[in-house]
């Protein structure tokens, strides 16, 4: 069976947890070849074990040092030959860890600023600038910058600083994309919505060890949150492969048309103003009414989307 990324070779940052663990998880089984980057040691090797045999590498690694982003580029060169995809995607908290997030924009000061703008946006522009030379040499390749929905829009409880530095991040993926496309070379950005990750229950790993119980208990606190008042069109908060899934599509040759592009994952947030929730219980209100008017029975209406 063909996979979707089959003779791919592709570089994930940030992928011991969250949407760069899924990711993993979905470039393998579509049949890539990945070297993932991250933190946890330990939560890595669990990762790449998994993965068909000789397919996945993990290498320890923080990116906010160039030359360790620099090393994970060039070990899948080293093992592979090239590199195809790369996906730009740790992140997480704009505050250093042990300290408390600026939300208030009279809180920010030089060393939040700092740290935010190099993690969440200096990190990706060093990782494209490292894996530019090689695609250009191969006039191919695709890479993709994990932005946020919050770079669209300011929202209530909205980090100041993350989400300039995710707005930076969606503009600057539209100016490598222009200056690397006649190289052959596509550059994309996806935006998630409210993903259930470790950002939304303490951020940073820092090497701290959680388990698979652990996590599945975080997830169902999330998803009870999500439920009780910010809620997509579409249902609760997305999950990991939601992203992994886009991100499958942008590094695969089923996008070879599509580059400067910020692909909003987010299950309709962005594209309705205001009250969510109140706004999909009026559609199902509506299409209940509508469904009662032309006599059609519970089992003929409509898809509402909403469990």
């Known amino acids: 069976m063909t996979g979707r990324l089959d003779g791919k070779v592709a570089v994930i940052t940030g992928a011991t947890s969250g ?3 899924a990711t993993v998880d979905a470039y393998c089984n579509e049949g890539a070849r990945v070297v993932f980057c991250g933190r946890n040691e330990e939560l890595g090797q669990e990762v790449a074990a998994r993965q068909p045999s000789g397919s996945a590498l993990f290498i320890k690694a923080d990116v906010l040092n160039e030359a360790d982003i620099a090393r994970v580029i060039q070990t899948a060169v080293d093992q592979w030959g090239r590199l195809d995809v790369l996906f730009n995607n740790a992140g997480g908290p704009s505050n250093p860890p042990g300290t408390r997030h600026a939300f208030n ?5 030089e060393e939040n600023f700092k740290y935010s703008q190099w993690y969440l946006l200096g990190s990706c522009m060093v990782a494209t600038k490292h894996a530019s030379p090689i695609m250009r040499r191969q006039h191919s390749g695709s890479i ?6 919050g770079a669209h829009q300011a929202e209530v409880a909205a980090d100041p600083l993350y989400s300039a530095a995710k707005a930076g991040l969606s503009n600057y993926t539209k100016a490598a994309a222009m200056q690397l496309g006649p190289m052959g070379i596509r550059v994309n950005a996806v935006s998630p919505g409210a993903i259930a990750t470790p950002i939304f229950w303490g951020g940073h790993t820092h090497g701290q060890q959680i388990t698979r119980e652990h996590k599945e208990k975080r997830l169902q606190r999330f ?3 999500v439920s009780g008042g910010l809620m997509p069109l579409t249902g609760p908060g997305g999950e990991a492969w939601d992203i992994a899934m886009a991100c499958v599509y942008l590094g695969s040759d089923e996008s070879r048309w599509v580059t400067g592009v910020d692909l909003v994952v987010d299950g309709g947030m962005l594209a309705v103003k205001g009250d969510h929730d109140g706004t999909a219980k009026q559609m199902v209100e509506m299409w209940e009414k509508h469904d009662e008017r032309l006599g059609r029975s519970d089992d003929s209406a409509p898809a509402t989307g909403k469990g």
């Open 223 to 225: 998803v009870d949150a």
């Open 105 to 109: 924009i009279e809180d920010i000061d």
């Open 19 to 21: 949407i760069g663990e």
């Open 144 to 149: 993709i910058n994990n932005s946020s929905k």
